[in-house]
């Protein structure tokens, strides 16, 4: 498998920098099903390219295939060695990590930077078709060559095959690119190389952000890369709906709208730093959204993430970059595994804690014991809860008001619901309550998250 990427962009030298790799050497990956290789073989002020080589391990993908719904023959006789597939997206996500999250130490300007670029991948798997790669490129702005292939040249009358080789040019952030690339190949193949569950909506709608909210196949994308498991599709198209209120369609996917998540973020930072509060926990950390905002700011001299799933905690290192994080910043920030139903002597003496859309992740009939937990053992002088607003959800496509945004959700609560619980907690364990509403207010004047800020 092969994916060039060249840019025309002066100095074109500086491509280097964009991909974290010194264009003078070859640079090899190991990865769970084979090698990646990174190698510039044109670099000159002019026009510079990178190249991505992939080479599959056949044993190794045996071993970890979990292409799930697979014969045994298609195990062991496939053209996953050759096609860009999900495998060339691990690829691509390993491989150029730091340029997927437009990071670049030494030009950080130029990762956020819309630069021309052309794309040449040898083989895409595209079953449905030349239709459907200029269906889902040709909205995003990619001028699209496509080149058709016959299943057998000795054997014309067999008809054209399935794969075809590509080049797209486009004026848009590396990391910007990355991310199409990663979502879009796999969707054109049909096939992923490993099980889909849960985790994967996590992963689209990161990669997805900024543009496939508003992408006209929208929906087909959705389904091919979450295989087409109806309870998996309705939440991701569900969270990406709600993140149309914060997107106009009026505005360019590079200059767009915050979403709902980093308005939520956003304002309990502020919150948190309005109260001069500087030793913040974070319970229900999730990927860190939180933690990477509180970072921003010095007041915050020490934050603690904490979540009862590792998977999360290790999710949320690797998207701050923690393993590059100097001994200062590493000072700075903490994560644990920790539970908020059981009662932990490292929760006490922060300044503020916040529960950033947790507590209805839990059964009803343990947030009494939540509620001693995070009011009377830990007793911060600040607590912040947000929670989604239900009576919201009709103004959610493909919800309404009988279900609920999230498949973990174990309830949600009218702002009356919200209000009347936080009032009795308030009042029980000596603490004040204010409210505020987060987000673009749809029609009804309602919003889609609602804030307890309870002081002590």
Request: aromatic share 10%; charged share 25%; net charge neutral.
């Given at each position: 498998?092969?994916?060039?990427?060249?840019?025309?962009?002066?100095?074109?030298?500086?491509?280097?920098?964009?991909?974290?790799?010194?264009?003078?050497?070859v640079?090899k990956?190991?990865?769970?099903?084979?090698?990646?290789?990174?190698?510039?073989?044109?670099?000159?002020?002019?026009?510079?390219?990178?190249v991505?080589?992939?080479?599959?391990?056949?044993i190794?993908?045996?071993?970890?295939?979990?292409?799930?719904?697979?014969?045994?023959?298609?195990?062991?006789?496939?053209?996953?060695?050759?096609?860009?597939?999900?495998?060339?997206s691990?690829?691509?996500?390993?491989a150029?990590?730091?340029?997927?999250?437009?990071?670049s130490?030494?030009?950080?300007?130029?990762?956020q930077?819309?630069?021309?670029?052309?794309?040449?991948?040898?083989?895409?798997?595209?079953?449905?078709?030349?239709?459907?790669?200029?269906?889902?490129?040709?909205?995003?702005?990619?001028?699209?060559?496509?080149?058709?292939?016959?299943?057998?040249?000795?054997?014309?009358?067999?008809?054209?095959?399935?794969?075809?080789?590509?080049?797209?040019?486009?004026?848009?952030?590396?990391?910007?690119?990355?991310?199409?690339?990663?979502?879009?190949?796999?969707v054109?193949?049909?096939?992923?190389?490993?099980?889909?569950?849960?985790?994967?909506?996590?992963?689209l709608?990161?990669?997805?952000?900024?543009?496939?909210?508003?992408?006209?196949a929208?929906?087909?994308?959705?389904?091919?890369?979450?295989?087409?498991?109806?309870?998996?599709?309705?939440?991701?198209?569900?969270?990406?709906?709600?993140?149309?209120?914060?997107?106009?369609?009026?505005?360019?996917?590079?200059?767009?709208?915050?979403?709902?998540?980093?308005?939520?973020?956003?304002?309990?930072?502020?919150?948190?730093?309005?109260?001069?509060?500087?030793?913040?926990?974070?319970?229900?950390?999730?990927?860190?959204a939180?933690?990477?905002?509180?970072?921003?700011?010095?007041?915050?001299?020490?934050?603690?993430?904490?979540d009862?799933?590792?998977?999360?905690?290790?999710?949320?290192?690797?998207?701050?970059?923690?393993?590059?994080?100097?001994?200062?910043?590493?000072?700075?920030?903490?994560?644990?595994?920790?539970?908020?139903?059981?009662?932990?002597?490292?929760?006490?003496?922060?300044?503020?804690?916040?529960?950033?859309?947790?507590?209805?992740?839990?059964?009803?009939?343990?947030?009494?014991?939540?509620?001693?937990?995070?009011?009377?053992?830990?007793?911060?002088?600040?607590?912040?809860?947000?929670?989604?607003?239900q009576?919201?959800?009709h103004?959610?496509?493909?919800?309404?008001l009988?279900?609920m945004?999230?498949?973990?959700?174990?309830?949600?609560?009218?702002?009356?619901?919200?209000?009347?619980?936080?009032?009795?907690?308030?009042?029980?364990?000596?603490?004040?309550?204010?409210?505020?509403?987060?987000?673009?207010?749809?029609?009804?004047?309602?919003?889609?998250?609602?804030?307890?800020?309870?002081?002590?």
């Amino acid at each position: 498998m092969f994916l060039s990427i060249s840019t025309q962009h002066q100095p074109a030298s500086d491509l280097g920098f964009l991909f974290h790799k010194h264009p003078d050497r070859v640079h090899k990956i190991d990865l769970p099903f084979g090698k990646a290789t990174v190698y510039f073989p044109e670099l000159s002020d002019e026009r510079s390219t990178a190249v991505l080589h992939f080479e599959v391990d056949p044993i190794g993908l045996v071993r970890g295939w979990g292409g799930g719904g697979n014969s045994h023959g298609d195990i062991y006789v496939n053209d996953r060695p050759y096609v860009s597939s999900s495998l060339f997206s691990l690829a691509i996500s390993k491989a150029y990590r730091s340029a997927m999250n437009g990071v670049s130490k030494e030009r950080p300007e130029l990762a956020q930077a819309s630069l021309p670029f052309e794309v040449y991948i040898p083989t895409v798997s595209s079953p449905s078709g030349k239709a459907s790669i200029i269906e889902f490129f040709e909205p995003l702005g990619y001028q699209i060559q496509i080149e058709e292939s016959l299943l057998d040249s000795k054997f014309p009358e067999w008809g054209q095959s399935s794969y075809f080789q590509i080049t797209l040019k486009n004026t848009l952030p590396l990391s910007l690119l990355l991310r199409h690339l990663y979502v879009l190949l796999p969707v054109l193949d049909g096939t992923k190389h490993y099980w889909v569950h849960h985790d994967e909506i996590s992963k689209l709608i990161e990669k997805g952000e900024g543009w496939l909210a508003t992408h006209p196949a929208r929906q087909r994308i959705v389904n091919r890369y979450l295989k087409n498991q109806k309870d998996l599709t309705r939440e991701a198209v569900s969270k990406l709906s709600e993140s149309l209120g914060e997107l106009p369609s009026s505005l360019p996917a590079l200059t767009r709208a915050p979403n709902l998540n980093e308005v939520r973020m956003s304002r309990v930072a502020e919150v948190l730093k309005d109260s001069h509060s500087s030793r913040i926990l974070d319970m229900g950390c999730g990927q860190g959204a939180l933690i990477k905002e509180l970072l921003k700011d010095k007041q915050f001299t020490e934050i603690l993430g904490v979540d009862v799933s590792t998977n999360a905690l290790k999710k949320a290192k690797n998207r701050l970059q923690y393993e590059e994080f100097t001994e200062q910043q590493k000072s700075r920030v903490g994560f644990k595994q920790g539970s908020l139903v059981y009662y932990d002597k490292r929760f006490r003496d922060f300044d503020a804690v916040a529960l950033i859309e947790v507590i209805e992740h839990l059964e009803p009939e343990r947030l009494p014991t939540m509620e001693r937990v995070l009011f009377e053992c830990a007793k911060p002088k600040m607590i912040i809860i947000t929670t989604p607003n239900q009576t919201y959800n009709h103004s959610i496509e493909a919800l309404g008001l009988n279900y609920m945004r999230h498949s973990d959700h174990r309830f949600e609560w009218t702002q009356a619901e919200f209000e009347s619980w936080s009032n009795k907690v308030a009042e029980k364990y000596g603490y004040q309550v204010r409210f505020e509403m987060i987000g673009a207010l749809n029609d009804d004047n309602i919003a889609p998250t609602q804030m307890g800020v309870f002081t002590r």
